[in-house]
């Protein structure tokens, strides 16, 4: 049983805060509530932060692609700023969140407050450079995406209300991919990689690698990015490619548990990222399969 | 033929695409109480003390029981015929926890969040006992016994091991004969606990009725049994007590268990009021019955031309706490498997031990999918060995037409059985059929590098019903209007046999398929049956229903005879019109209120059927898999199944089984498993990670049906329900093995398994 005294509608961001903060008791953002309904976390309040106008997709006059904090995964699978944008990967990850049903309802402010280490869009979202916008009752301020997770459920939000995430326009043009390692069609991942290049001139000029469960936050695999940054990419071979996926597996630092080895998951970052990377070098910036399948 | 053998529309389907008030749940009583269970958190304790004072202050709270408040009456959950095979070592509440998850207290409030909130003020003085959770260790152990009753009927080795059944048959001389093959074959095979996750949970309703009866509205499979264990555990009379089924949401054998209804009795007698208790998810998956996890290890020997000459089984089987099912499902593994192959020497052994793991029971297959999965791995590497073509080493050996099933006569349901012959088999056929949908032969090429495709079969037979043991009583009444009533005790929970036993009853009395009102599994209003399970509705429930309309269109002919002056057998009943052999023809509702009204009889006949044959289903069950070499991650391109289930009743809904069965037998192999940490804590009690599989999951399912006539069946069918989930799992791992050389002895053959065995191949 959810013991919830009070439901909360707030109109706008800085109303949410301040409803928030208005106590007595313990408040709750919701947004979807997909996993608020099944874990029925110990609140007092909540607040529904889904008429606060901060549902929108848009892309911004500088190019910039803005996802709405309350926008749901299914807006992103068929949004077309979502879709013409680096080769539409940021769709092809949110398709692959759940089931229909539960893509229809959640949201992608949801999926990275909830702050899980498998949280489906942070890999991609990370790997295009997001940034993040977080509103409090009196201003707002905007941090990378990297700098957003703290730990496991752990965000830098506190009471603060996360807006939405920002991609910056130079990346709408990068190669991007990502696959999600699972069980079966719908389940939470073991591992998931996203990788996304900045090509130009036959050199990769920007690498990002992220990778999501294999450590205590959604993280980058900076030394393998290093290592691929201002390659050329006729110079990069099988075994250079190797190099990096191994790496970044290094890099990581998975849980052995009850889903799958710390050993296995290392493993499969190598193998994922090699593919990714190979994927997105061989073909033209057609992303709209999955990378890795 | 005019209704069996066509697609009908399925009986219930319209109220229950409405959505209307039909299942358990979808009712309530005036001043209703709601049940909860406290559990143990030890694996291994005595009950010293459980002080409800606190709870019992709170809101709402009514009453809490323990095991002081109710008679210490051994008995089997298990929910099967009597004499009952399984062990009585089971209390309504035990002095005695003996998993983590076991009943300790139960709660009754005015509402489920008073109960669960009650839950935490009940305070339990538990003297904690050393645990075993090993099935090797419970074997050799007999410091810890988990079982000390002084009095407990049926437990193998009752107060001296922990021991819970075996069994060790032989027939012919298998230690001899293995000294005389060209190859003997040995392997382990390691199968997982699983659970049938239907989607409507154990729930039952209990409460006292104006006449002081003990009415009880539950989702079970054996309405009949259930009535018979209630009424001496509870000790009230059998009179007392009506158990009624509603439409159930699956039961694939879980339900068939006494798991709720004792609980919701004791508290409806005590309290006076009705009472509900609904499993969650959780105790579904802690609570509620498991596929006994096995190991199994199978010996074959064989002449180097393919020739089986001996084969040896043996079973160790985990039944968790309590033994329900323990003799008769591991009994199974072998008796319904080993006659694939009716070999000379065979020699079936087994250990089914006690653990203080969550109890495990009947689950559709019944022991068949452990068995089954063993023999066909098994044949794949006895062929390997060989180098022999897998496919041909099973065509020289398996039983064929006229062919006596070697174990049937040894090996009955936890006794000396009845011989069985195979009267009607469209395995061959199957085979065939099967093998040209899938390709046989001609692997294709995989769709990327890191990619193999592989093709795997598996045999399967199962039976039809429990032989001499399974039988079920209908009742026919004819109306004036021609429509009839049709009452059985058979228990549709889905699978559709209420359709199935209404086309049945049309044919026979030659009306329309709609004339037919079916009413089931009521234990005040209609005749016995014992069930659904053990494959036997159709097959033995629908001999009752032919025999009672037949009587019936006996009767009418007999008033119809006099009437026009002719032999009753010239009469014939076809399309809802009798017809003389002159030119007299009536309708059937004119030919009623002939009956009722001139010559003042009821038309009506209540028959029982039973058959000493249990006849096998076959299915030859066929995967394509792409493998990928890197991650282990197994994908199921396409599974055939070809089934021989004698004449089929309703071809969709037979297709429907079988389409689940694979399903089941999916996950089977390649995901379901609980898992359970070193003290038998369920360490997987949701769908988060106990993965089944979805509509995205399955795969490309071509299923063919193969009909034969089975002379002891009704209009020649025989069983469908089971035989399906039995092949998937060999099936799909003979096609890793075939895609990728790595053979999977333990399932689910999940990523990281295969990924390992990828391994240790190239190491």
């Known amino acids: 049983m959810w013991k919830l005294q009070e439901y909360r509608i707030a109109t706008n961001p800085a109303e949410a805060v301040a409803l928030m903060r208005k106590g007595p008791g313990k408040g709750a953002y919701i947004a979807g509530g997909t996993d608020m309904l099944l874990e029925h976390p110990a609140c007092d309040f909540v607040v529904d932060i889904n008429r606060a106008g901060i549902g929108d997709v848009a892309r911004t006059p500088g190019g910039d692609l803005f996802l709405g904090a309350a926008a749901t995964l299914q807006e992103l699978v068929g949004n077309e700023f979502v879709t013409g944008f680096a080769g539409g990967a940021v769709s092809m990850a949110a398709s692959q969140c759940g089931n229909r049903p539960v893509r229809s309802t959640a949201t992608v402010g949801g999926n990275l407050c909830n702050a899980l280490p498998s949280a489906d869009m942070a890999p991609v979202l990370l790997a295009l450079d997001a940034t993040c916008y977080i509103a409090d009752e009196d201003y707002q301020e905007s941090l990378p995406l990297t700098d957003f997770f703290v730990g496991p459920r752990l965000t830098v939000l506190e009471d603060r209300l996360l807006v939405g995430v920002a991609l910056p326009g130079e990346c709408a043009g990068w190669r991007c991919a990502s696959h999600k390692l699972t069980r079966t069609a719908e389940d939470i991942s073991l591992v998931q990689v996203a990788v996304a290049l900045g090509v130009d001139d036959g050199r990769i000029q920007e690498a990002r690698i992220a990778l999501g469960a294999v450590a205590p936050v959604p993280m980058r695999a ?23 996926a191994a790496i970044a597996a290094g890099e990581c630092d998975p849980l052995d548990d009850h889903r799958a080895s710390a050993e296995y998951r290392r493993d499969m970052v190598s193998v994922l990222t090699r593919r990714l990377v190979t994927r997105i070098l061989s073909d033209d910036g057609d992303n709209s399969q999955d990378g890795a399948a | 033929m005019k209704v069996v053998g066509k697609n009908v529309i399925k009986i219930d389907a319209f109220k229950l695409a409405r959505g209307e008030p039909v299942f358990t749940d979808d009712f309530t009583r005036q001043g209703m109480l709601y049940a909860k269970v406290l559990r143990s958190p030890h694996p291994h304790a005595r009950i010293l003390n459980v002080d409800a004072a606190a709870a019992l202050k709170l809101d709402g709270v009514v009453d809490v029981i323990w095991h002081r408040d109710v008679k210490a009456i051994p008995h089997t959950r298990a929910g099967q015929s009597y004499p009952e095979p399984s062990p009585y070592d089971t209390l309504i509440l035990s002095p005695k926890a003996r998993f983590i998850g076991d009943r300790v207290a139960v709660v009754v409030a005015e509402s489920v969040a008073q109960a669960i909130a009650a839950l935490d003020h009940i305070v339990v003085d538990y003297e904690e006992l050393p645990a075993l959770t090993d099935m090797d260790q419970s074997l050799t152990n007999s410091e810890i016994l988990i079982h000390e009753e002084p009095d407990p009927r049926g437990i193998s080795e009752a107060g001296m091991t922990n021991i819970a059944a075996r069994i060790d048959k032989q027939v012919g001389d298998v230690e001899a004969a293995l000294k005389e093959c060209d190859l003997v074959v040995t392997r382990d095979y390691h199968l997982p606990r699983v659970q049938a996750s239907h989607i409507e949970p154990h729930i039952s309703i209990a409460w006292v009725d104006e006449d002081d009866r003990l009415i009880v509205r539950t989702s079970t499979q054996v309405p009949f049994h259930l009535r018979r264990m209630l009424a001496r555990i509870l000790e009230i009379p059998e009179a007392r007590i009506r158990v009624i089924k509603p439409r159930v949401g699956g039961g694939f054998g879980d339900k068939q268990e006494l798991v709720v209804e004792d609980l919701v009795g004791v508290l409806a007698l005590r309290t006076g009021r009705p009472v509900r208790l609904e499993f969650t998810r959780e105790e579904e998956f802690v609570a509620a019955r498991y596929r006994h996890p096995q190991r199994v290890t199978m010996t074959t020997g064989v002449m180097k031309d393919g020739t089986i000459v001996a084969n040896r089984m043996y079973v160790l089987a985990d039944t968790g706490a309590y033994g329900s099912h323990a003799l008769t499902v591991q009994g199974n593994t072998g008796q319904k498997v080993l006659p694939m192959y009716p070999v000379a020497n065979i020699h079936f052994k087994m250990d089914c031990v006690y653990t203080n793991n969550p109890i495990s029971g009947a689950f559709r297959g019944y022991g068949a999918p452990q068995g089954c999965f063993a023999l066909e791995c098994h044949m794949d590497e006895v062929a390997r060995e060989l180098g022999m073509d897998r496919l041909e080493l099973r065509k020289k050996n398996h039983i064929k037409l006229g062919d006596t099933d070697p174990l049937s006569a040894k090996l009955g349901e936890g006794k000396e059985g009845l011989v069985r012959v195979v009267k009607s088999t469209g395995l061959e056929k199957a085979i065939e059929l099967g093998c040209e949908a899938i390709g046989w032969g001609n692997k294709r090429e995989p769709s990327a590098a890191h990619l193999k495709r592989g093709l795997g079969m598996a045999l399967a037979m199962q039976g039809s019903g429990i032989a001499g043991v399974d039988w079920g009583g209908a009742t026919v009444k004819l109306n004036d209007d021609g429509s009839v009533n049709l009452s059985v005790g058979a228990t549709d929970i889905g699978q559709g046999s209420d359709t199935v036993l209404a086309q049945m009853c049309a044919e026979e009395l030659g009306i329309p398929y709609e004339k037919v009102i079916i009413l089931s599994s009521d234990t005040d209003l209609t005749p016995f049956d014992v069930g659904a399970y053990a494959s036997s509705t159709t097959y033995i429930s629908g001999g009752a229903v032919v025999k009672a309309a037949a009587e019936v269109r006996g009767q009418l002919a007999g008033v119809l005879g006099s009437h026009w002056e002719c032999e009753p057998e010239d009469i014939v009943f076809s399309d809802g019109m009798v017809t003389g052999p002159g030119d007299q023809s009536m309708t059937i509702a004119e030919v009623a209120l002939f009956a009722l009204y001139k010559a003042m009889i009821q038309p009506m006949a209540t028959a029982s059927h039973m058959s000493n044959d249990s006849p096998p289903p076959f299915a030859a069950q066929f995967a394509e898999v792409e493998v990928d070499t890197e991650t282990g991650q197994v994908h199921l391109c396409r599974f055939v199944s070809a089934v021989d289930c004698g004449t089929v ?59 034969t006539d089975e002379p002891t069946g009704p209009y020649g069918a025989k069983a469908a329900g089971e035989v399906p989930i039995d092949g998937p799992a060999p099936a799909i791992v003979n096609a890793i093995c075939d895609a990728v050389g790595v053979r999977m002895f333990r399932i689910p053959a999940t990523a990281e398994r295969v990924w390992r065995g990828l391994k240790e191949e190239t190491r």
């Open chain 1, 222 to 244: 900076s030394l393998a990015e290093t290592m691929l940054t201002g390659q050329e990419i006729a110079a990069i071979t099988p075994d250079v490619m190797g190099d990096v």
């Open chain 2, 649 to 707: 009743i309703h071809p969709k809904m037979v297709e429907g089984q079988i389409e689940g069965a694979v399903a089941q037998g999916m996950g089977y192999a390649l995901f379901e498993e609980v898992l359970l940490d070193r003290t038998g804590r369920v360490l997987t009690p949701d769908f988060l990670d106990y993965k089944i599989a979805s509509s995205l999951d399955v795969p490309e399912m071509v299923t063919i049906l193969v009909p």
